[in-house]
């Protein structure tokens, strides 16, 4: 039997990484566009509650179709249940209250929290941050979410909900390093569907204090659609996706394909919403991209 060589091996791996990069980059820029929708009918509580229910429902059925390893102890689950469910509230919140555009891009910002982590975090990662090209690159990006967090520059009038967004890309962050270490020698298929059922746990006791969780059943039968929907796929197999981008390339090469986001959701959110592109937000947003880029490129050239 002729056995693979670890060079074809690691194309097979690689190839599967940026596929599943691919798809998490289509589900992932219209899913910003999807909350902001959904927002006309339910609170940020019972939007996010549904959707992870669906979520984990999709990947445990995903999960049942075939023999998945087997997952680390719930204690270990933990950790990055919570974080993505505090990331969730205060991303959610944030694009309530300002536009898809603006959030995708601050979204972009977790790449640099994301490879401080992984310098403190994973041995692999370390030298990233003390480079010149890494420094460049985080002023670059600082300039550009501050421009966007500032709604009148003539006032310094802060746009809240930009401020929500970027707080929720340090939770986001934490989440990817915890992540990538959980998914190194587990299956994620086996990783995915516990983790987003704990953070479902967590949503209903939010809705249920703070939401409605009656409000599907007031609510129009596409809005409903949607909700169910954009939870199954953008959230629960987006997330698996991802998981296994994370696996096979990653979290400095997984994050910096992810640039290509605010670009698709800006044209999903032009044809659905009609959200204009304004000079300032081309331009800081612009600025924003070019740091991650440069902070990326340093990181995917060590690998």
Not at 47 to 58: D, G, H
Not at 144 to 151: K, N, S
Request: positive net charge; contains cysteine.
């Amino acid at each position: 039997m002729r056995c693979s060589s670890p060079s074809s091996s690691s194309r097979v791996r690689r190839v599967k990484g940026f596929a599943a990069v691919a798809a998490t980059l289509l589900l992932w820029s219209t899913a910003v566009v999807f909350i902001k929708m959904l927002s006309q009918y339910y609170d940020l509580h019972t939007q996010n509650f549904y959707r992870y229910l669906s979520a984990a429902a999709l990947l445990w059925l995903l999960a049942s179709t075939r023999r998945v390893g087997d997952s680390p102890p719930l204690t270990r689950l933990a950790v990055p249940s919570l974080l993505v469910f505090s990331f969730q509230v205060l991303a959610v919140g944030g694009i309530y209250l300002t536009s898809p555009t603006v959030a995708a891009l601050l979204m972009r910002l977790n790449v640099i929290f994301v490879n401080a982590l992984a310098y403190a975090l994973l041995k692999e990662e370390r030298g990233l941050v003390s480079s010149p090209q890494y420094l460049a690159g985080l002023a670059l990006a600082v300039a550009g979410a501050a421009g966007l967090a500032v709604e009148d520059p003539a006032t310094l009038t802060l746009d809240l909900g930009a401020l929500m967004v970027l707080a929720g890309t340090v939770f986001w962050a934490s989440y990817t390093v915890a992540i990538r270490i959980l998914v190194k020698g587990s299956d994620p298929l086996a990783i995915s569907p516990r983790v987003f059922s704990i953070a479902t746990l967590l949503f209903l006791g939010s809705a249920a204090f703070l939401g409605d969780l009656t409000a599907p059943l007031k609510t129009p039968i596409p809005a409903v659609t949607l909700l169910i929907a954009s939870g199954a796929l953008c959230v629960g197999l987006g997330n698996y996706m991802y998981y296994i981008a994370l696996k096979e390339l990653g979290a400095s090469m997984t994050s910096s394909l992810q640039l290509l986001g605010p670009i698709l959701t800006a044209l999903t959110s032009h044809m659905l919403l009609g959200e204009p592109l304004s000079p300032r937000l081309a331009g800081f947003g612009a600025l924003l991209l070019l740091g991650c880029a440069l902070i990326l490129a340093k990181a995917t050239s060590r690998q």
